[in-house]
């Protein structure tokens, strides 16, 4: 069974403090991706990867960075945690087809809360 | 840049009500549409998606979308909502590129009451 797994459920952080979320994926996808989920604003894309090393900013990287240093695992890095990225993380993969990225796999999110 | 538009936030209904839900989007090429489902405490998974071929797609437990080109319309439907149902849904869709990306939608919170 295809699986996506993030390291955290839930996490607490001061505002200042570095902040890791990691997400493994088990099904050798090529693709994989960081949302972010508000209340009433849905998913936005935080930045994205096609391949090892690769990263492309997606809408909203302002505050973030990623790390991607092997195919399974795609890490979110938030350099100084401020009180407005306090919200919940998706990780998502997916295998690309000729003509877009596919179908999207998504793990559990972590909730992470900024004081 | 594309955006998707869902209709309503929040939808309450009795059980065995037909359900629609409306998507928009607003690229006008070639496109890829999703809708995907996140139920209470769960992960979000993939409800159905077209790709090309029939408008009219079938996706899990009953639920089905209808893909209209020239009103960039996928709107979601069930005849008969279950109170297993209560979820939040969302439209999403991608240009047909190989390097696109995925653009949700703000999702609709659907309550259905038993």
């Known amino acids: 069974d295809v699986k996506v797994t993030q390291s955290s459920r839930y996490l607490v952080k001061r505002t200042g403090e570095k902040v890791f979320l990691e997400c493994v994926q088990d099904?050798?996808?090529?693709?994989m991706f960081w949302y972010r989920q508000d209340p009433g604003l849905g998913l936005r894309l935080i930045y994205f990867?096609?391949?090892?090393?690769?990263?492309e900013k997606g809408d909203i990287p302002e505050g973030y960075s990623v790390s991607r240093e092997k195919k399974e695992r795609f890490s979110l890095i938030l350099e100084s945690a401020s009180t407005n990225q306090t919200s919940m993380y998706l990780c998502?993969?997916?295998?690309?087809?000729?003509?877009?990225?596919?179908?999207?796999?998504f793990g559990e999110g972590s909730r992470l809360t900024v004081l | 840049a594309q955006s998707v538009s869902q209709h309503n936030h929040h939808v309450i209904l009795s059980e065995a009500a037909s359900l629609e839900l409306g998507c928009n989007y607003s690229?006008?090429?070639?496109?890829?549409l999703f809708w995907y489902v996140q139920y209470p405490g769960q992960h979000l998974q993939l409800l159905l998606k077209y790709f090309s071929g029939d408008p009219l797609v079938k996706g899990i437990k009953g639920f089905e979308a209808e893909f209209i080109k020239s009103k960039f319309s996928f709107n979601l439907r069930k005849p008969s909502v279950q109170w297993s149902d209560t979820a939040e849904y969302f439209c999403?869709?991608?240009?047909?590129?190989?390097?696109?990306?995925?653009?949700f939608g703000k999702g609709t919170m659907l309550l259905v009451s038993p």
């Open positions: 990867s096609y391949d090892v090393k690769m990263k």
């Open positions: 690229y006008g090429g070639t496109v890829n």
């Open positions: 999403a869709v991608n240009r047909n590129s190989g390097y696109s990306t995925l653009t």
């Open positions: 998502a993969s997916s295998k690309p087809t000729g003509d877009g990225p596919g179908e999207l796999f």
């Open positions: 099904m050798d996808h090529e693709n």
